[in-house]
């Protein structure tokens, strides 16, 4: 979805500004994507697995989360990110 780092997401900028430059209408709020994420991450320490990208993707869905979006659809996530890159 991202063209590339540091403000130059051309990609998602045209994705976003079809929608109002506001996230998807709500389907999968960024606090249960945070939650399953952390299942994902514990089920794979349980076996040994060490998931780096769920790892990080928790992260991120966590800071955002309690950066106020945690009510917001998951895809918003592309929003806070660019406001605080």
Same mark, same amino acid.
């Given at each position: 979805?991202?063209a590339?780092? #540091?403000?130059?997401?051309?990609?998602?900028?045209?994705w976003?500004?079809?929608? #109002?430059?506001?996230?998807?209408?709500?389907?999968?709020?960024?606090?249960?994507?945070?939650?399953?994420?952390?299942?994902?991450?514990?089920?794979?320490?349980?076996?040994? &697995?060490?998931?780096?990208?769920?790892?990080?993707?928790?992260?991120?869905?966590?800071?955002?989360?309690?950066?106020?979006?945690?009510?917001?659809?998951?895809?918003?996530?592309?929003?806070?990110?660019?406001?605080? &890159?």
């Open positions: 979805m991202l590339s780092v #540091g403000g130059r997401a051309t990609a998602s900028r045209s976003l500004s079809t929608r #109002g430059g506001n996230a998807l209408p709500r389907s999968v709020k960024t606090w249960l994507l945070a939650k399953d994420l952390s299942l994902a991450v514990e089920a794979g320490r349980e076996v040994g &697995a060490r998931l780096e990208t769920a790892e990080t993707a928790y992260a991120l869905m966590t800071r955002h989360a309690e950066a106020g979006g945690a009510d917001l659809d998951a895809t918003s996530l592309v929003l806070h990110l660019s406001r605080n &890159a």
